[in-house]
C-alpha cells in the first residue's frame, strides 16, 4: 500500500529592504519551494507569504505565519519548507515560541538550502547558534540601512521606494515642487490663512480647479506633512518648501487648538481665560432668561466653575465676563498690544544680540562636527541620536527662551491687509481657532474684573 504523502506548507518571506539590496524576490522563493515538494512527493497545502515583512518581527506582526501556525494547531501540516533559516527566523526567542507549537503537533521544518536536523539536542543547539548569528547579521544590516538613509536624508535624497507628496514630483533623487501643481497648493495654502479651515480649503479648490482639484485626504495632508515647509525629521533643507516653518507650526497650533462643545455651541474664547484667583481655564457657558416681552434672550459668558459659587470666601466671586466684552477688547486692542511687544522686544534684542550669537554658533558647530563623524561612520548610530537630541534640545531651548523681532513677522502676516473683514467670516469655531492661533492666555484683573493683558503666542 502506498504510504499517505506529507502535507507540506512553504513559507517564502522576504523584507522590502532585502528585495532592494539581495534581490530575493518571493516568487523565486516559492517556485525553489514548489520544485522541492515536488520532488521530495509531499502535498501542498498551503503557500504563506510574508512580504515586505522582518524576520525580527514578532509572529503577531507576520499575518501569513499566524495563518501557517493556526493550520498547524488543526493538525492540517505535517511538515512546513523554506528555502533557508534566515526566511523562517531571525529572533531566536520568537523561534523558541514557535517550536513548541509545532511540537505540540508533531509538525517539523525543513530548510531546502541548508541542513538543520532538530530532531537531536545537539541539531537544536546548532539551530540556536546559527539564530543568534542570523539575529545579529539583522542587526548590523538594519544599523547599515538606517544609516543610508539617514545619509539620504540629510543630503536631501528620497528613500528607496519613496514617492514624492502632492504638489512635489523626485527629478534625480530629489524632491522639487511639480510646476503643474504648485499653483494648486498655494492657492490652498493662502486661501487656509484666510479661514483657518482644512474643509473650506477644499470646497474652494474644487470651485476653482474642478476635476483638477485634490482629493480632501490630499488637502488634509498639506495641513500635516512637514516637507512642504522644507524640512524632513532631522534636515531644516530638505527640499523647496511652499510656506515657512512658521507657517507650518502656526497651522499645527491652530489645529490643536479647535474645540467642540458638547452641546454643540462654540465659544470663541474657550481654553484662553486664566482665572485670577485659582490660574485655571475659564468655561463657556450661556446665561439664559425671559425678558419682559416674553421673549428668550442668550448670551455667551466665561466662567470659573470651582470659583463661581464660593462668593462668601471671594466677595463677589470671579469675574464673570460676556463674550461680546472679551471680542470687542480684543479686536480694539490687539493691534496696539502688538505693536509694543514688538518695540519692546526690539529693545531687549539689542543688548542680548551678541551674547545669543556666541551662544547659537557654539550649538551648532558642535551639531555639524557630529553630523559629518556620523556621515563617516566614527560613531554609532545610537551615540549619535544621543548628542544630537541633547544639543538640538540646548538650541531649542535657547531660541525658546529668546524671542525676537522675527519671532513676531508671522502675527504681522495675519493682521495685514483688511484682517477684521477676513475675521468677520468666520464662525464661532474658527474664531476659536484664530485667537488660540495668535494669543496663549488672557489675563483678567480681580480689581476693575475686567481684562488686564493678553499674552501671544509666539
Same mark, same amino acid.
Given at each position: 500500500?502506498?504510504?499517505?504523502?506529507?502535507?507540506?506548507?512553504?513559507?517564502?518571506?522576504?523584507?522590502?529592504?532585502?528585495?532592494?539590496?539581495?534581490?530575493?524576490?518571493?516568487?523565486?522563493?516559492?517556485?525553489?519551494?514548489?520544485?522541492?515538494?515536488?520532488?521530495?512527493?509531499?502535498?501542498?497545502?498551503?503557500?504563506?507569504?510574508?512580504?515586505?515583512?522582518?524576520?525580527?518581527?514578532?509572529?503577531?506582526?507576520?499575518?501569513?505565519?499566524?495563518?501557517?501556525?493556526?493550520?498547524?494547531?488543526?493538525?492540517?501540516?505535517?511538515?512546513?519548507?523554506?528555502?533557508?533559516?534566515?526566511?523562517?527566523?531571525?529572533?531566536?526567542?520568537?523561534?523558541?515560541?514557535?517550536?513548541?507549537?509545532?511540537?505540540?503537533?508533531?509538525?517539523?521544518?525543513?530548510?531546502?538550502?541548508?541542513?538543520?536536523?532538530?530532531?537531536?539536542?545537539?541539531?537544536?543547539?546548532?539551530?540556536?547558534?546559527?539564530?543568534?548569528?542570523?539575529?545579529?547579521?539583522?542587526?548590523?544590516?538594519?544599523?547599515?540601512?538606517? +544609516?543610508?538613509?539617514?545619509?539620504?536624508? %540629510? &543630503?536631501?535624497? $528620497?528613500? @528607496?521606494?519613496?514617492?514624492?507628496? /502632492? #504638489?512635489? =514630483?523626485?527629478?534625480?533623487?530629489?524632491?522639487?515642487?511639480?510646476?503643474?501643481?504648485?499653483?494648486?497648493?498655494?492657492?490652498?495654502? +493662502?486661501?487656509?490663512?484666510?479661514?483657518? %479651515? &482644512?474643509?473650506? $480649503?477644499? @470646497?474652494?479648490?474644487?470651485?476653482? /480647479? #474642478?476635476? =483638477?482639484?485634490?482629493?480632501?485626504?490630499?488637502?488634509?495632508?498639506?495641513?500635516?506633512?512637514?516637507?512642504?515647509?522644507?524640512?524632513?525629521?532631522?534636515?531644516?533643507?530638505?527640499?523647496?518648501?511652499?510656506?515657512?516653518?512658521?507657517?507650518?507650526?502656526?497651522?499645527?497650533?491652530?489645529?490643536?487648538?479647535?474645540?467642540?462643545?458638547?452641546?454643540?455651541?462654540?465659544?470663541?474664547?474657550?481654553?484662553?481665560?486664566?482665572?485670577?484667583?485659582?490660574?485655571?481655564?475659564?468655561?463657556?457657558?450661556?446665561?439664559?432668561?425671559?425678558?419682559?416681552?416674553?421673549?428668550?434672550?442668550?448670551?455667551?459668558?466665561?466662567?470659573?466653575?470651582?470659583?463661581?459659587?464660593?462668593?462668601?470666601?471671594?466677595?463677589?466671586?470671579?469675574?464673570?465676563?460676556?463674550?461680546?466684552?472679551?471680542?470687542?477688547?480684543?479686536?480694539?486692542?490687539?493691534?496696539?498690544?502688538?505693536?509694543?511687544?514688538?518695540?519692546?522686544?526690539?529693545?531687549?534684542?539689542?543688548?542680548?544680540?551678541?551674547?545669543?550669537?556666541?551662544?547659537?554658533?557654539?550649538?551648532?558647530?558642535?551639531?555639524?562636527?557630529?553630523?559629518?563623524?556620523?556621515?563617516?561612520?566614527?560613531?554609532?548610530?545610537?551615540?549619535?541620536?544621543?548628542?544630537?537630541?541633547?544639543?538640538?534640545?540646548?538650541?531649542?531651548?535657547?531660541?525658546?527662551?529668546?524671542?525676537?523681532?522675527?519671532?513676531?513677522?508671522?502675527?504681522?502676516?495675519?493682521?495685514?491687509?483688511?484682517?477684521?473683514?477676513?475675521?468677520?467670516?468666520?464662525?464661532?469655531?474658527?474664531?476659536?481657532?484664530?485667537?488660540?492661533?495668535?494669543?496663549?492666555?488672557?489675563?483678567?484683573?480681580?480689581?476693575?474684573?475686567?481684562?488686564?493683558?493678553?499674552?501671544?503666542?509666539?
Amino acid at each position: 500500500m502506498k504510504d499517505t504523502p506529507l502535507r507540506c506548507a512553504l513559507y517564502p518571506r522576504v523584507s522590502t529592504e532585502e528585495q532592494h539590496i539581495n534581490g530575493l524576490s518571493l516568487p523565486a522563493q516559492k517556485q525553489a519551494l514548489q520544485e522541492y515538494a515536488e520532488r521530495m512527493s509531499y502535498q501542498i497545502v498551503g503557500i504563506y507569504a510574508d512580504e515586505g515583512i522582518s524576520a525580527r518581527k514578532p509572529v503577531s506582526k507576520r499575518p501569513a505565519l499566524l495563518r501557517l501556525l493556526e493550520d498547524v494547531r488543526q493538525d492540517k501540516i505535517d511538515i512546513i519548507l523554506v528555502t533557508k533559516l534566515d526566511r523562517w527566523f531571525r529572533n531566536i526567542k520568537e523561534y523558541q515560541l514557535t517550536q513548541e507549537i509545532l511540537e505540540a503537533h508533531n509538525c517539523y521544518w525543513k530548510t531546502i538550502f541548508e541542513d538543520y536536523d532538530t530532531s537531536t539536542a545537539n541539531g537544536q543547539m546548532i539551530v540556536n547558534i546559527m539564530l543568534a548569528v542570523a539575529q545579529n547579521e539583522a542587526d548590523r544590516t538594519s544599523e547599515r540601512i538606517k +544609516a543610508v538613509f539617514s545619509y539620504k536624508e %540629510s &543630503i536631501g535624497e $528620497v528613500k @528607496t521606494g519613496m514617492c514624492a507628496p /502632492y #504638489g512635489y =514630483r523626485i527629478v534625480q533623487k530629489k524632491i522639487q515642487k511639480d510646476p503643474d501643481i504648485a499653483p494648486i497648493i498655494e492657492e490652498a495654502f +493662502a486661501h487656509y490663512f484666510k479661514c483657518y %479651515s &482644512i474643509r473650506k $480649503v477644499y @470646497t474652494h479648490l474644487q470651485e476653482q /480647479y #474642478g476635476d =483638477r482639484a485634490p482629493s480632501f485626504n490630499k488637502v488634509d495632508r498639506l495641513f500635516k506633512n512637514e516637507k512642504y515647509c522644507g524640512r524632513w525629521h532631522k534636515n531644516l533643507q530638505y527640499c523647496e518648501p511652499y510656506i515657512t516653518p512658521e507657517q507650518f507650526q502656526q497651522i499645527q497650533s491652530v489645529k490643536n487648538s479647535r474645540t467642540f462643545a458638547l452641546s454643540g455651541d462654540a465659544y470663541i474664547f474657550a481654553g484662553l481665560i486664566i482665572c485670577p484667583l485659582c490660574g485655571r481655564r475659564y468655561t463657556g457657558s450661556k446665561n439664559t432668561h425671559k425678558l419682559r416681552d416674553g421673549s428668550v434672550s442668550q448670551r455667551k459668558q466665561y466662567r470659573c466653575m470651582p470659583k463661581y459659587n464660593v462668593q462668601n470666601v471671594h466677595k463677589g466671586g470671579t469675574p464673570i465676563l460676556t463674550e461680546t466684552y472679551i471680542e470687542k477688547y480684543m479686536l480694539d486692542h490687539v493691534m496696539e498690544q502688538l505693536n509694543q511687544e514688538i518695540l519692546k522686544t526690539e529693545q531687549r534684542e539689542k543688548k542680548s544680540k551678541a551674547h545669543k550669537n556666541v551662544s547659537q554658533a557654539a550649538i551648532q558647530a558642535e551639531l555639524d562636527r557630529l553630523n559629518i563623524m556620523y556621515q563617516k561612520g566614527r560613531i554609532s548610530e545610537a551615540y549619535y541620536d544621543h548628542q544630537y537630541s541633547i544639543l538640538s534640545g540646548q538650541l531649542n531651548d535657547l531660541q525658546a527662551n529668546i524671542i525676537t523681532v522675527k519671532s513676531f513677522a508671522p502675527l504681522q502676516k495675519i493682521f495685514s491687509g483688511d484682517w477684521i473683514a477676513v475675521y468677520e467670516e468666520l464662525d464661532a469655531e474658527h474664531r476659536n481657532a484664530f485667537w488660540k492661533s495668535i494669543v496663549k492666555e488672557i489675563h483678567l484683573d480681580m480689581t476693575t474684573r475686567k481684562i488686564a493683558n493678553f499674552q501671544f503666542r509666539v
